[in-house]
């Protein structure tokens, strides 16, 4: 089974400042993304990556910013966080290689509050 | 642009009666199409998906879903709802003109009363 660590599971934290979610996972799966989730619109994808290096934008970029430096680590950064950003935040890899085939497998979230 | 609309928030059945949540999607091309649930302070589950093959997609838990081009829809239902199916429903579409990326709809959640 493909597994999937988010760290941290909560944070508070203060307009202005910088954050950083991690995502983890346990086996060499190529495509991992970020969505965030708000009530009323669902999942919303905000950065994918389909290697390492290898880093593209979703529908919802603006204000972060992604790196993946191994293929197990995609880390979510938000350089100057805001009460916009407050929001949970779900990393997921596609189990089955390649981005059409729209399997993914979900973290537990990462619950974010920017006061 | 493709979407999806799921046409009820929330929907509250009785234990052991049929459940049935509605999702109208809109694509420019041939969509794939799934149903994810996702339960309390959990993440996303697939529970089913639809990529031409079968018009009717049987998932995990009992639950089917039955794909209708000519009303382009694809709603979700199973015949007797149990405790453990409280939850948040997402339809979801994707096509190869978005490049494969999957567009959520806002959610259903399900309550069922014992």
């Known amino acids: 089974d493909a597994g999937i660590t988010q760290s941290p599971r909560h944070k508070v934290t203060e307009t202005g400042t910088p954050v950083t979610l991690r995502c983890h996972q346990t086996?060499?799966?190529?495509?991992m993304y970020w969505y965030r989730q708000d009530p009323g619109h669902g999942l919303r994808l905000i950065h994918y990556s389909y290697g390492v290096k290898d880093t593209d934008k979703g529908e919802v970029s603006d204000g972060y910013s992604v790196s993946r430096s191994k293929t197990e680590d995609f880390l979510l950064t938000l350089e100057s966080a805001t009460s916009s950003q407050t929001s949970v935040y779900f990393c997921?890899?596609?189990?089955?290689?390649?981005?059409?085939?729209?399997?993914?497998?979900f973290g537990e979230g990462s619950r974010l509050t920017v006061l | 642009a493709q979407s999806v609309t799921q046409l009820d928030s929330h929907v509250s059945v009785s234990e052991g009666t049929p459940v049935l949540l509605r999702c109208n999607y809109s694509?420019?091309?041939?969509?794939?199409l799934f149903w994810y649930v996702q339960h309390p302070n959990k993440g996303l589950q697939l529970l089913l998906k639809y990529t031409s093959a079968a018009t009717l997609v049987k998932g995990i838990n009992g639950f089917e879903a039955e794909f209708k081009k000519s009303e382009t829809s694809f709603h979700l239902t199973k015949p007797s709802a149990h405790m453990s199916d409280a939850a948040e429903y997402f339809c979801v579409v994707s096509d190869r003109i978005n490049d494969y990326k999957l567009s959520f709809g806002a959610g259903t959640t399900v309550t069922v009363r014992a």
């Open positions: 997921a890899i596609s189990v089955v290689e390649g981005m059409d085939t729209g399997e993914l497998f």
């Open positions: 694509s420019s091309y041939s969509p794939s």
């Open positions: 086996e060499n799966h190529r495509y």
